[in-house]
């Protein structure tokens, strides 16, 4: 069964990078051509998708976030990564990967745990 | 841009109540929707996707309908379980979330 873990640093200082990884196990990140993606969830606020990968090659980015995300598939370590550049108190949140299935774009499942993200100096 | 909006935005009830709740899409998108239920502090869970398909494991009492731009979700006898929030979620373009439907007791 497939199954994803948030991990990084739970706090950072205003104007600096976010850097966050999932690790995926019960299967590989490679082997299957899927989307990976990041979601995250402002206290108290709705989920806002942030960006996903396509098998390590093309990237989607949320058009409110463009300029300052970054996504990476690292197939060595089976795990894929965001970087969120330039943040501020608005990026506090819980953030999940994911990873969509079914028709379509596909709908998410399974979701890591979540990792909470507070910026703040 | 495609926006998601959801009605309403808590809904209070009983236990046994028929709640339903609504998502609509500024654009068409298909059947290209999913439902979700959080609890704090958990991820979403997958309840309902392609608007009506029962994902595996879900009781039956949820069930989803709709095309083009009206959805809804339907509980048809509310259980202690269900208090929680409810979102909806299309994947016709990329993927976005409307703003959620908090379920609380009546």
């Known amino acids: 069964q497939l199954q994803l873990q948030e991990s990084g640093p739970g706090l950072v200082r205003p104007s600096e990078t976010l850097s966050l990884t999932c690790s995926v196990s019960g299967g590989s990140i490679s082997t299957s051509s899927y989307y990976w993606g990041w979601i995250r969830q402002s206290p108290g606020k709705g989920l806002e998708w942030i960006g996903s990968i396509f098998y390590g090659e093309d990237t989607y980015y949320n058009p409110s976030l463009k300029g300052r995300v970054t996504i990476s598939v690292d197939t060595s370590k089976n795990q894929f990564s965001l970087i969120l550049s330039s943040v501020t108190a608005a990026d506090t949140a819980m953030y999940f990967c994911a990873r969509p299935r079914g028709s379509g774009s596909g709908f998410f499942d399974p979701w890591g745990q979540g990792t909470l993200v507070v910026v703040s100096s | 841009d495609l926006q998601m909006t959801q009605s309403p935005s808590t809904l209070s009830a009983s236990v046994g109540d028929r709640v339903t709740i609504t998502c609509r899409t500024s654009?068409?998108?298909?059947?290209?929707l999913a439902w979700y239920q959080q609890k704090p502090g958990k991820a979403p869970k997958v309840l309902i996707f392609d608007a009506s398909k029962l994902e595996s494991g879900v009781p039956s009492r949820f069930s989803g309908s709709g095309s083009g731009t009206e959805f809804t979700l339907t509980i048809s006898s509310l259980q202690p379980d269900d208090f929680a929030t409810y979102f909806c979620q299309q994947y016709n373009s990329y993927w976005t979330f409307g703003p959620g439907t908090k379920v609380e007791i009546k």
């Open positions: 654009q068409s998108i298909s059947t290209w």
